[in-house]
């Protein structure tokens, strides 16, 4: 094996070692349910100091990648185990390890039946994860890309609720249909490298592709058939108009730590290929697709919102807002502006936190009143006083309310989008007033007003927030606040990965957009 | 007195007047087969088409295939075939019974295939002889044992597995009944 | 007939020792399902290393009609592996409803020895008479639980349309021969050579030759529109019967295909690839649409294998196309292997959970089968995740290797690759739907299954293939590369 | 013209479709096993006939024929095997009724 | 050094008592009670009245390091992405320090006002944590020297304002009004934002003196489209038409939030901003006249409103509106300093008639309907002589506040050629002082109308409620002589004399000296003149009982007038329904919005997701549809095979034949 600058395997480390804790919990014996939680959660927690000490040792002006492994894996088609991060890939790694080991603890209380399996399932899904943000091959990266689709399938559909089927099966079936066709672009891909090269080495090695796209170049009509297949599994994940639909059966459906994971994290591995591979891999057919994606983003921003506003079910609600959130990671990537897309990825961070924060406490009060339809909850704010004010926290921060994370990332896409097209930025930036209705309306409903009907006949039931609930919202508002105040904190990190995707894809957009919208 | 090289009137050599006759008997045995009601005389029927075929063999000059398709075919194919006959049926069905619903899809689709073929080896240049050739028994021997060794040995395995399979499923069990995992 | 043509043919005349011997031992000791069980295992290990010895000198036999190469090996061991397995995965299921191990294992040995025969044959002649050998066999093993209705019902209705087929065949095989005026696969290649040249004509014989052909090898290996057998045959057989019929004659009918398509007819691959190319985006997109509807988990594998035929044939357009690729061959003994053990290991679940009779393998079976047997679920769970194609498991990287080949020789290769990834998307959701019934249903309390030392034992070992030829391709990838070689060589 | 190997292979094709005619229409599983035999046996007296008209194929073609009576003699012995299993198990020898699998 | 310390001291108490009430003193208001919980809060507002009255003194004295154009600090990078850098920081110049002065006074004195006034309600920690957090983003507001930081504090008085006026967040209209008042301020906010990314692009800084001293380099059109996107911010905040819709609504708040935030602090925001901005609007003329129309365009149809509600705060709001649109109108004509002297008056009256109100309205327990009150005068006499005193003042009556500089902006706008924005606010003048005498003679005046059980109730409020009232007369009283003198050169037109210099050179209408004499003096005549009948005739209609002049009110007049003929009869409704604005947004927002939303909704699940699910079914359908070939008739396969087999055949002889 070889490790660059280190000898230990430092993020290899992080990616495996919540499968070795899946092992481990294998062969817990049944019944003791403690030390099957104790070690999912110790698993993910060693997984999240590995995490950290690879965060505190990253030097954010290197350029290229950190913490390179890189072991043969099927030599004949130069396919290799390499992985490695920049600081985009640190960043998001990070935030994987962080939502884990939370929803690991946010699933301590409402997950009682087939534990064991839950736990497992939950740590093969973070392997899965951390594996998509590190892997430096494409090959790697369409393993892991794919292995991160069964414990989610399973995940909502053993524990998760009524319609839990069918939504399951709806998320695996569309992940699959694009992300089958993005095996296809990236083997084309590789092939046509291999044929330029005239060998199969390094031909899915994510770093000399980078290199021959930005030098060579792939061909026309291969980077536009790949393009739009990655494009496809991306927005798809993301997830972008018109290939939403999953999103918000999954959500539902989902239990609250899926809910959680699958909004923080799930989301952001189609961002995140759109940045790591989509944009330098093909840069032309990025450029020529970019305005319509940049529509598409516009609709699901707006759209998204004007369908959150009339969701009876506040899980449903949530995702309609993720929808349009997302919208604005994608609009600040295809902008091809560097706040643009520092905000996008900051937006795709804030995101996270706050929308798992979000999920954590719908799940807060499913468990105690097994009801998610925002007309029968209500009130609330007399009963549940630190709930309520906890969940407004997260719905400010939400709305992107200045001081929190939300407003700088959502502010910098738009800064960019505007640097590229004011109107498209007018659009975007409406969305601040829906966003606004759609969260206080929701807000307005659960937590004002007398309680309900509903709400009064659960009687004791309807207790207030416990502690270990707290404890799991802590260190998202902490980080949500930090980011807010400190948000170069993350953006002194992604600078250079930002700087090197952009390079590869610059100039054009402007001129294209003003085509389409003549 | 001397039998003329070729039928008078007609100008046919014997031995195409022998192929026709052979021919028609053919065919028109095979037609019987697939189109008579009563199996046993379909059984019948078979074995008048197969003696039909061994005759043509010896108007191809090929003596060996005929014995071995009078032997082979006659002889133990043909009665195996009646002997199921009897041992699955006793009576003539009525026509409903015999043929499927669909014998005239069936027909037509056979016509088509009859046609097809026919036009397809009449635009065919087979690279053949004009005269047909005899073949000696003895040639035929060492060939079969210089060149066909293998496929010799192994239509004798082959027969190996289907007599003990067949005998398997053929044989009848003390304990009989209906048993069945539904799939 | 030389010694040499003897160690040549060893493999095959290993297999038919061990099938003789077990009538013998079963005239002698009859019933004995121990000492069956020992011989044919040792007897199929026996195989085995017969076959990597003399794989060890490629070589030809009976004046050129017998070739062994690197092709020869990497079948014959894929063979003799697929029918340890099945014997293996067969013995408690036959024993729970009496049926006779000894000419179970027999007739099956019998079988695998056509297929060795194919995977070597250099003759047309040869090939016939190994298809024969291994199907013959076939339908006796499809109705095999001769008491049973069903499998009775299969058997005659896979028999009859095999036999109808090989007739198809053997006529084709008549034309090809009074073309080309040689049963030899190399001779048939020249001749057929230089009428691609041109220096000969290309005349509608061939092409009904061709069409016959082509009919044939399709019903062997169930392609749509000569797909019909197969549903019937899979739902009626006993299940490790079904297993093996997915799996040894398809892939013995593929091992036909390399020897008569690509080494004889590859010439002609111009002509027949648009063929190919119609036969494998019909099969796969039939084979997955039929099977998305079916509550019978066999049959439902039954259209999966189809499908599964379709993905294969895709390997072999590649390397049709004009922009040939071999990596296609490759990727189709790849999947080859993979298919084997995956299709192979769902249907041993399906056999183990049918060891109590009665069990019948509606999907309702699979209800709550994660709560009940937790191992077997998890095991058809990995089968089922690597006939999806989910990685890292060995169906991705089958898939995976088909697709490339397709996308390298582009093309019509090329949309085939896409159509077959639009329709293992289709595929994951049939395959889910049983994964839906084991842990997402509750099913009837019913006391778990007797299982074996040796059933775990098969099952952990197609599961532990599943998986490394997922993760660890890299020995066998270089063995299908060899053997592809070889055949084109 | 008559004497002639088309002759014999229009015989042979006759002879097969006859043989298809009858394996698709007929009920009876034995008379479609009788057509398969029809069938294979127009096979034979096309190679045959290809031996007898072909210099190249002039040996070949009669021990080809020989192999291929014997594989149709196997076949017929594993088919009647299979015809008497099942009519055992239904007491009809009428295969458009084994239909219970279906779909 | 020691004033940078005292700057950051100013909003950094209110921010420190937020977080810690907010985080503990629930716990600590339920063990040791609430002034224990709200002794941090109020001591952290007046410690940081103290810091601001130095700092602001040391500004406006022009003492080192403010100097004239007063001094910067910078706190930390805050956004440091590539180009765009946002470095926080504060800047304090006079105007600034007109600004602390109003803002930290009256919330001091509101906070301890609130003390009284809260005494009942069991959330007071939670009172206090909000009114400490909004002096907080006020405070960054005026502070910030970014026009970023300037708009994060411009949310946080909007999160702050929403939390107050839902601050009985049992109450659902204090819900609704809470949650209108943060989405219109939005729609203000989006354009805001949207002239902040402008003045990032077109000058790559958002440092605010940066772009005030080079805002001349940009063209016209582009200066143009950010003055008005920046004005379309202040609109939201300082509820100009058509933005004006959630400021009475926002009454539902308790009365020292109105007080505070809705009549002299938060709403005045919009007018800091663009006197902050005045360059950019010194060089976009066309973007002036908008701001003058709408701001005058607000005044009168507020103006208008208020002489029909009967709500006590509402009549306030209303008010309030009208004032904040002369303020706007005197920003528009180019009377800078003339608009900030009426904001800071302004906020002291308005504030105190607020606090009066509350106290009112607490004194007859709860209720606000004027048609309740009467004849209160003498029940309450402090809150009785300070509402006069705030009512006089709003009315321009010399010496009082409001005089000095509502006479001021009609006279600048007259001087500068804005005849039309005179007139009006002339009228408007009139009309204020009617609807203000209105609201005396219902409220204090004339015969009572108090409900009968609350009656004997009827009390003046705490000690610390009243003393707010007498402290805040006094600048009500004296804040004009103070300031507005002498005529010529003020004190307030040297103290903002460097904020608006160039701009006012540049525009090319100077801030005329004001005198008693000429034009001015007969511009002041005419003004207290129409002030004095506005007085009168309310006087007339809704009765008086003052000093023993005695005059009963004169229901039946009104409604005479109201009555009179068509044009009367639709004056009269349109002022009682706010001319239909609710109406209007609820119809356009709430039914056709919903309409919109739920028919998106509908198209998400019958389009976009019908056709993934019909995707679905088709596949199933095939599939069911494909397997009935399966009869099960081995016969029908072998048709099917031969089918096949003649295709195949066919297939075969065309590929060959191509060849």
Known sequence: MIVEGSSLPLLSLVTFVPLVGALIIAFIPKGNERAVRWTALGA?????????????????????????????????????????????????????????????????????????????????????????????????????????????????????????????????????????????????TAYTYQAATGSWTNAFDFESLRTFAGTVGFANGLQLFAFLAFFLAFAIKVPMFPFHTWLPDAHV?????????????????????????????????????????????????????????????????????????????????????????????????????????????VGVIYERTHDRTIAKLGGLAGRTPVYAAAFGFFVFASVGLPGLSGFVGEFLVLVGAFTANPYVAAVATSCMILAAAYLLWMFQRLFTGELSEFLTGLGGHLTDIRPVELLTLAPLGALIVVFGLFPGLILNLVQTSVTTVLESVQGGTVAAFHVLVR | ???????????????????????????????????????????????????????????????????????????????????????????????????????????????????????VIGATDWGAAAERLQVGTAELARILFRDFVLPFEVVSVLLLAAVIGGIYLAKRELDQGEATDRG | MTVQDLTTIAPFVAAVLVAGALIVVDLIVPGSRRATLAISLAGLAGVAIVTLITGATPGEAFGGSYRLDALTTFLDLLFVAVVALTIVFAKDYLAARDLPLAEFAAVLIFAMSGALLISAAADLLVLFLGLELMVLPGYLLAGFAKRDALSTEGAIKYFLLGSFSSAIFLFGLAFIWGLTGSTRVDVVATELGKIVAGTAPLSAGLAMGLAFLTTGVAFKIAAVPFHYWTPDAYQGSPTPVTGYLSVGPKIGAFALILRLFVGALGPLREDWLMVIVVLATVTMTLGNLVAISQDNVKRMLAYSSIAHTGYMLVGLAAWASPHSSIAGLEGLLYYGAAYSFMNLGAFAVVAALQRRRGVSSAIETFAGLGRREPALALLMTLFLLSLTGIPPTAGFLAKAYVVLAAVEAGGPAGILAVILVLNAAVAAFYYLRVVVYMYMREGKDVPAVEKSGLLRLGLAGTAILTVLLGLYPGPLVRVVEDAARALVS | MINSLDAYLILSALLFCIGTFGFLARRNAISMLMSIELMLNAVNLAIVAFGAFNPLLREQGSIIALIVIAVAAGEATVGLAIVIAIFRNRRTPLVDEYDAMRQ | ???????????????????????????????????????????????????????????????????????????????????????????????????????????????????????????????????????????????????????????????????????????????????????????????????????????????VQEVLARIGELDQPTITAIALLVFCGAAGKSAQFPLHVWLPDAMEGPTPVSALIHAATMVNAGVYLVARANPIFGHAQSAMVVVAAIGIFTAILAASIAFTQTDIKRVLAYSTLSQLGYMFAALGVGAWTAAIFHLMAHGFFKGLLFLDSGSVIHAVHEEQDMRRMGGLWRRIPITYWTTLIGSLAIAGIPPLAGFFSKDEILAEAFKNGFLVVWAIGFVVAGMTAFYMFRLMGMTFWGPSHVAPEIEPLVHESPPSMTVPLVILAIPTIFLGLVLGLPFGNSLIHTWLEPVFAETLAASGHPEAAFSLFGIDGALILASVGIATVGILVAWHFFGVELLGLRRAPRPEQVTAIAEANAATRFLYRASLNKWWFDELNDLLFIRVGGRIATACWWFDRTIVDGTVNGLGALARGLGTGLRRVQTGRVQNYALGIAIGLIVMAGSYLVIVSGR
């Open chain 5, 1 to 207: 050094m020691p004033y940078d310390l005292l700057i950051l001291i100013v909003p950094t108490l209110p921010l420190a008592g937020f977080a810690f009430t907010a985080l503990f003193g629930r716990r600590l208001q339920a063990r040791s009670g609430r002034n224990a919980a709200s002794a941090l809060p109020i001591g952290a507002v007046v410690v940081s009245w103290v810091a601001a009255m130095v700092v602001a003194a040391a500004a406006l004295g022009r003492a080192e390091p403010f100097g004239e154009h007063g001094h910067s600090i910078g706190l930390w990078q805050w956004i440091p992405a590539g180009k765009f850098v946002v470095e926080a920081g504060f800047h304090v110049d006079a105007l600034t320090a007109c600004l602390l002065i109003v803002v930290t006074t009256i919330g001091m004195l509101v906070h301890i006002y609130s003390i009284g006034y809260m005494s009942h309600d069991p959330g007071t920690w939670r009172f206090f944590a909000y009114l400490n957090l909004f002096m907080f983003s006020m405070l960054l507001l005026v502070l910030a020297d970014n026009f970023l930081v300037i708009f994060v504090a411009w949310e946080l008085v909007g999160l702050s304002s929403y939390l107050l006026i839902g601050f009985w967040y049992r109450k659902r209209s204090a819900a609704l009004a809470s949650k209108k008042a943060f989405i219109v301020n939005r729609v203000g906010d989006v354009g805001f934002a949207l002239g902040i990314m402008l003045i990032f692009v077109s000058l790559g800084t958002l440092n």
């Open chain 2, 1 to 119: 007195m001397a039998i003329p090289d070729t039928i008078p009137f007609i100008g046919l050599s014997w031995n195409d007047l022998l192929f026709l006759a052979f021919a028609a008997l053919l065919l028109g045995s095979g037609l019987l087969v697939v189109v008579m009601r009563d199996i046993i005389r379909c059984g019948l029927a078979m074995i008048v088409c197969f003696g039909a075929l061994a005759g043509i063999y010896v108007i191809l000059g090929a003596p060996l295939i005929a014995g071995a398709q009078v032997l082979i075919y006659i002889g133990a194919i043909s009665v195996l075939v009646l002997f199921a006959i009897m041992l699955t049926q006793t009576k003539a069905a009525p026509v409903r019974l015999v043929f499927q619903t669909q014998a005239v899809p069936a027909a037509i689709l056979a016509v088509i295939l009859a046609l097809i073929l026919v036009l």
């Open chain 1, 44 to 188: 993910a927690f060693v997984s999240f100091g590995l995490s950290l000490l690879m965060l505190i040792g990253f030097d954010p002006l290197a350029s290229g990648f950190s913490y390179v492994e890189r072991v043969d894996w099927i030599p004949v088609f130069g396919v290799q185990y390499k992985v490695g991060v920049d600081g985009l890939g640190a960043v998001l790694v990070v935030l994987t390890t962080t939502l884990s080991w939370i929803s690991i603890l946010a699933s301590f209380g409402p997950i009682k039946e087939r534990l064991k399996e839950y736990m497992i399932s939950f740590l093969i899904l973070e392997v899965g994860l951390i594996g998509v943000f590190v892997a430096l091959d494409l090959f790697l990266f369409y393993v892991f890309w794919e292995v991160v689709l069964v414990p989610m399938y399973l995940i909502i559909g053993i524990w998760g609720g009524s319609n839990r089927i069918y939504a399951t099966i709806k998320f695996v079936l569309y992940t699959l249909v694009g992300s089958l066709l993005m095996l296809v672009a990236i083997l084309a």
């Open chain 1, 253 to 361: 459906e989902a239990p609250t730590a899926g809910s959680v994971i699958l909004a923080a994290i799930m989301l952001k591995l189609g961002a995140y290929g759109f940045i790591r591979f989509a944009l330098p891999l093909f840069p032309d057919a990025a450029r020529t697709f970019a305005p319509w994606i940049i529509v598409l983003s516009l609709i699901a921003i707006i759209y998204g919102a004007i369908v959150a506003l009339v969701q009876p079910d506040l899980k449903k609600l949530i995702a309609y807002s993720s929808v349009s959130h997302m919208g604005f990671v994608t609009l600040g990537i295809f902008v091809f502006q560097e706040q643009g897309m520092q905000g996008a990825i900051l937006q795709m961070v804030n995101h996270g936190l706050i929308t798992g924060a979000l999920f954590l406490l």
